[in-house]
């Protein structure tokens, strides 16, 4: 059995080490006459990968979209230290956030290497980060993102948001959808990530929950429920079924 | 033959018009979400802007001469406009369609009625190059030499705009835009600033339009911009917003059918079968000819 990466590095301090590198605090979105987040507050840690989590339609999505400002907001929100609420989305994923959004939403009319260069005309997938985190894209430069598989897509999503050097990612259910073997591909990619850049991760499954995240936050009707560390959390049957609705011997093992 | 011949380069020629001022239209639309009913505004103050030049310059100067100084005032006037709408009546109202659609309706109504109370509702004469007012005998029929500029003006647009959309950056943050604006943005991109380059480049295109289909009718009038955008929306709703492609195959189809019909049926009809296939594609391919990619 081969070892796989885990998100923290030899050496790296602890999350509770250094300061947040994203604050979200007392964050309310209301669509319509619909209160989806009310009040919601956390720290995303400088380091490793914080796991947000909680039932389908508890408004997890709906909290990354808000940070990024894709959805209606108010509240306070703090990257490095400086407040962002009140800047448009591209200033704030200038400032040092990389999205990486549900269902992929690549381009699909563009081929990959236009869908890269749209970040960084200078950076196509012969960019070295391409060629070493998702090898199988370099020979695909030309083909349309639309002709891709959903596992494909997925890599193109996440290979544009780290040609930029980021502050902290975002990444909305990235292995939603994907089959077991492109979920562990996947996870190997955001474990190496995570070496270097705080990852704020929405994600259903658990045993990828507990493989690569070290903290987790878990929201419920619009709101914070539980923080505390991956390991704990998912090592405690009775919560995980209490705030989740699943348990691990349900989602099996990645 | 020889009335086939005529037909098609006369049709293919009216396609060339309708696609000028379809293009902007399209990409403004499909990039931005935007319904410009202003668009025919824009055609008419290129038109007016090209009549005014070449009445302005010196009588010394060929007619030719004249039109090409028109052609570059009628661009920029088209760019400036296109710009200051986008600036001060558009960017305001991005997340407001139904007041987009009621502004620029409004400033629609309101330039034609400006250009009713300076220059007269009534259709003035513009001048024509002499080549342009002529025909060239191919295979047979005697085509009008001005349908051949026209054609030659809508292909570079054309190519233009595809290389563009291909090989610059501006085009391919539209493409981008285009399929997913907001995806755009949330890779860091100021859409908003494309929006300006947009629409600035659609009001060009337009007024190009607008001075080449006074030179097909011989005349410029207020009501000209607002006949010439009914067709420009046939052709996008046919060939699919935001597609480039699609526009200009809808542009030489709506051309062709309306010359063939006005030919081999009865004149008048032209305009009716145009709308016919507009509502055939409609049924047959809801989603129009292209789909959104440009």
Redesign the interface.
Known sequence: MTEQPTARGPGSPSPSEVGPVLTVADLHVRYGGSHVLQGVSFDVPATGVTALLGRNGVGKTTTLKAIIGLAPRSGRIVLRGKEIQDEPTPRIIRAGIGYVPEDREVFGGLTVDENLRLVDPDLGVDAPIVGRLFPDLVARGRQRAGTLSGGQQQMVSLARVLLRTTSVLLVDEPTKGLAPKLVTEVADVLAEVARTTPILLVEQNLPLVRRIADTVVVLDAGQVVHRGGAAELVADADLTRELLGVSMRREGVA | MTDFVLIMVTGVGLGALYFLAASGLSIIYGLMGVLNFAHGAFMMAGSYAGWLTMGALPGSWSVATRLLVAVVVALAVGAVIGLLVEVVLIRPLYRHHIQQVLVTVGLSLASVAAAQGIWGADPRPVEKPEWMGGTTLVLGARLPNDRFLFILVAVAVFLGLLALLHYT?LG??I??GV??R??????????HRTFTVVFALGGAAAALAGLLYSQYAGTVSPAQGGSLLIYAFIVVVIGGMGSLVGTAVAAVAVGLVQQLANFYAASGVGDLSVVLLLALVLLLRPSSLKGA??
Not at chain 2, 184 to 189: M, N, P, T
Request: aromatic residues 0%; hydrophobic residues 55%; neutral net charge.
């Open positions: 950056r391919l943050i493409r981008a399929e997913n907001t995806m755009v943005e949330a890779l860091g991109i100021n859409v990619h440009a």
